[in-house]
């Protein structure tokens, strides 16, 4: 079974950086598609970014692309979220998230497979 460790999070003043990074663990890395999904207070959990198995590919919601980097380092086990240009606004659980199968890409909630914790980043004005 495949386990996530989020790690990375905290206070940072608008217009920061932050860099998150998820630690795997339980199954073969590199077969998986990988992403990062934020939940807010009062809101549902939607997706921020994603990654295919070998990197090649990123997808990213339309309210971070341009300020935010997925990236993954399969030798590592490990995928990483650049945050940059932070907004108020991207306040919130930040969820590492594995797919559910070797096929899908882990853009929707219906293709995660495993949930990290999640880690709490908030953005100060």
């Known amino acids: 079974q495949v386990q996530l460790v989020e790690s990375g999070g905290g206070l940072v003043q608008a217009g920061g950086s932050l860099r998150l990074s998820c630690a795997t663990s339980g199954r073969t890395f590199s077969s998986y598609s990988m992403g990062w999904f934020r939940q807010a207070p009062g809101k549902e959990r939607e997706f921020v970014a994603a990654i295919t198995r070998s990197g090649g590919t990123s997808y990213y919601a339309d309210s971070v692309t341009g300020r935010f980097t997925i990236s993954r380092d399969n030798a590592k086990n490990t995928v990483y979220l650049q945050m940059n240009s932070l907004k108020p606004e991207d306040t919130a659980v930040y969820y590492c998230?594995?797919?559910?199968?070797?096929?899908?890409?882990?853009?929707?909630?219906?293709?995660?497979?495993?949930w990290g914790q999640g880690t709490q980043v908030t953005v100060s004005s």
């Open positions: 998230a594995a797919g559910k199968n070797p096929i899908v890409v882990v853009t929707t909630n219906q293709n995660v497979g495993s």
